[in-house]
């Protein structure tokens, strides 16, 4: 069993720079891979950054690539998202998730992108980009 504890979140002004934190409990935290979702209000959760379980492969959604990065911290069972030139468009709730079968899948981004695949799930943080 994992447990995943998300933090970060806020309120900030278009342009500025949060950083996200996801502790996990358990110990095979290092045998997961890590993803972030996002969810607007009205809308459906979507993918938004993942890293692979030995931290070599990461993949982004195009809307992020150049201003968000994902990373992890295998003795700290953290994942992080820095969170670059923030936009209104960014605003959600942000989700982390942890997946054991995703090392067994060579899909690349189209495995790493299907919520379906993560297991486990934190509450949420959000996030807010004000204009």
């Known amino acids: 069993q994992v447990q995943l504890v998300e933090s970060g979140g806020g309120l900030v002004q278009a342009g500025a720079s949060l950083r996200l934190s996801c502790a996990a409990s358990?110990?095979?935290?290092?045998?997961?891979?890590m993803g972030w979702f996002r969810q607007a209000p009205g809308k459906e959760r979507r993918f938004v950054a993942a890293?692979?379980?030995?931290?070599?492969?990461?993949y982004y959604v195009d809307s992020v690539k150049g201003r968000f990065a994902i990373s992890r911290d295998n003795a700290k069972k953290t994942v992080y998202l820095q969170m670059n030139s923030l936009k209104p468009e960014d605003t959600a709730a942000y989700y982390c998730a942890a997946s054991p079968s995703l090392k067994y899948y060579s899909g690349g981004y189209s495995d790493y992108s299907r919520p379906s695949l993560y297991e486990y799930w934190g509450q949420g943080t959000q996030v807010t980009a004000s204009s």
């Open positions: 890293i692979s379980w030995t931290g070599s492969s990461t």
């Open positions: 358990g110990r095979t935290f290092s045998n997961y891979a």
